[in-house]
């Protein structure tokens, strides 16, 4: 979470878009279900 926020803010300062990344929500949903998979 703190990663996150240091992005966002980062981005501000730099003045660019901080908005999600596709490719980054896709690694994350894949990552998400290799979790559930493991837990049973």
Do not use: H, Q
Not at 4 to 32: C, H, M, Q
């Amino acid at each position: 979470v703190l990663g996150d926020l240091v992005s966002t803010y980062l981005a501000f300062l730099y003045g660019l878009d901080p908005t999600p990344v596709e490719a980054i929500g896709r690694i994350k949903g894949r990552l998400s279900a290799a979790e559930e998979d493991a837990d049973d």
